[in-house]
């Protein structure tokens, strides 16, 4: 690819001719969801299909996810497949929780990502970043994909429990990891599962990962508990401790603090990692728009940032982050099962279809997107937030269900991503493209090696 033709049109998987076939689909779900897309898919609206006997839809219409993720709620859930490989993780903490319990804890959960209260992990942020540039001071190379999933576990274990101790912190980022490239990736079983302790033989290594992971976040806990009261809140633990009930004033107790701290670790790290990932990419593929937004953080360094506010000083860099939402979204379903009747574009929906909305297609779509596959940062100019206006773009959901950790994450890329700025130029040392491919998250195909400069 010529990194200079602009503006870069980065790779993708090419949209097949037709729709293709049930066992295609099934195989291409099952490898790399990215590559079952047809051109079709790209134009309509909304659509209804019968794989293996089982409705399916793919709602594209914003309006229509709306419904679905809004108006319409109650009538749907997360499927048991897509929670079954989570639920080790995050127990029953706010991602996988429904109807009164899921309001009652996002209701406790709200005041932690106010914007007051992630402008005080900006110090946590800064700390995580400026580790991760000294480790990739030290050679002229790195696998970039690697170093953010690092960099990014460092800085949520920083923001949740502020851990002192690195070598706790790397071991809690080892579980972490491993799980998701092992225990935690979906499986044939979820599809047929009806339970959650449905073919107990391939949930074994998840139930042993869960006696470990949760012993080691209930010990952080316990000692947060039996520490002496920090005057100010100095990261979430604290504020999950000090969280009451808006209703009945009762705290959270320890396997409740446990779980949404759990949750909020697994949900935070490994799609901020992706976004710097290929945030990072699109930067080498375009040394321009890399070199506009070095001119941008030069003229205000990172380590002036003390609040919240003062990222608005990186207006670039923000819509580069948004941009690099669009074309490469972290998650690439948002997947919701009808548990009743229901009716969408005028056609009926039967209890136990699944709907499908999906950022990927819906954030290249031939109809609300100019030049879709191109890398347009400026179609962002002055849009902060363009994932609560009902536009077609929803890298964080949408609904009341909407990602609680929006601005944590966008306010961690953007320090992360400063940093690395500052001090190198990115390019990278091969020309091999690299292809997104749909998993837990949107991961590359392979782990190229970037070269870094120091700027
Ligand atoms: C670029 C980074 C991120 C992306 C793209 C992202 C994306 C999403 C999406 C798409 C959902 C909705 C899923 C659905 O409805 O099926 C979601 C939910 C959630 N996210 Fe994020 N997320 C990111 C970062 C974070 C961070 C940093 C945290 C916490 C520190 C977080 C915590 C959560 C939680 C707790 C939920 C569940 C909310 C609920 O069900 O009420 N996320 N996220």
Redesign the pocket.
């Known amino acids: 690819m010529d990194a200079l033709a602009r503006p870069v049109v980065p790779p993708a998987p090419k949209a097949h001719a037709r729709p293709v076939g049930p066992l295609r689909l099934i195989w291409g779900m099952s490898t790399n969801p990215l590559t079952v897309w047809s051109e079709q898919d790209y134009e309509v609206l909304v659509q209804r299909n019968r794989v293996l006997g089982r409705e399916n839809w793919l709602v594209n219409d914003p309006a229509w996810a709306r419904h679905v ?1 809004l108006d319409a709620m109650p009538r749907y859930r ?1 499927p048991l497949a897509s929670a079954r490989p989570v639920r080790p993780v995050t127990g029953d ?3 996988l929780a429904e109807g009164e319990a ?1 309001r009652g804890q ?1 209701r406790m ?1 709200a005041p932690l990502f106010r914007p007051a209260q992630v402008g005080l992990l900006l110090p946590h942020f800064q700390a995580a970043a400026q580790a991760l540039a000294g480790r990739l001071a030290q050679a002229p190379t790195a696998n970039l994909s690697a170093a953010f999933h690092e960099g990014t576990i460092d800085a ?1 274990l920083r923001a949740l429990f502020s851990l002192p101790d690195n070598g706790r912190r790397a071991a809690i980022a080892r579980l972490a990891r491993g799980y998701v490239a092992r225990a935690g990736r979906p499986n044939i079983f979820d599809g047929y599962a009806r339970t959650h302790e449905d073919f107990p033989f391939a949930q074994a290594s998840r139930r042993r990962f869960q006696t470990v992971w949760q012993g080691a976040v209930d010990a952080l806990v316990a000692e947060r508990r039996t520490a002496p009261a920090a005057a100010v809140h100095r990261d979430l633990l604290d504020l999950l401790l000090a969280a009451r009930d808006a209703e009945t004033g009762a705290p959270l107790t320890d396997a409740e603090v446990r779980d949404q701290a759990a ?2 670790l697994f ?2 790290f490994e ?2 990692s ?2 710097l990932f290929w945030t990072s990419y699109l930067l080498a593929l375009d040394p321009v728009e890399q070199a506009r937004l070095r001119a941008e953080v030069r003229a205000f360094p990172p380590d002036h940032v003390g609040a919240l506010e003062d990222l608005q000083n990186w207006p670039r860099l923000r819509m580069v982050l948004l941009e690099a ?1 669009r074309l490469y ?3 690439i379903f ?2 919701r099962e009808a548990a009743e009747p229901d009716e969408i574009d005028g056609l009926p929906v039967s209890p136990g279809a699944l709907v499908w909305m999906s ?1 990927w297609v819906i954030h290249r779509h031939r109809r609300f997107w100019e030049r879709p596959g191109a890398f347009v940062p400026d179609r962002f100019a002055g849009q902060a937030s363009p994932w609560s206006g009902g536009q077609p773009f ?4 949408l609904g ?7 601005s ?2 966008l306010a ?2 953007q320090v992360m991503l400063a940093n690395l700025l500052a001090r190198f130029e990115f390019g990278l040392t091969s020309a091999r493209p690299v292809l997104p491919v749909g998993a837990v998250t949107t991961r590359p195909d392979h782990e190229p090696l970037f070269r870094l400069d120091r700027a």
Not at 394 to 397: I, L, R, V
């Open positions: 993720m997360r903490g706010v991602l899921w996002r959960l949520v949750t909020l949900a935070g799609t901020t992706r976004l939402l979204p972290p998650v948002l997947l950022p929803m890298p964080f959901g009341p269900r909407i990602c609680i950790g929006a944590f994450a961690e890329a």
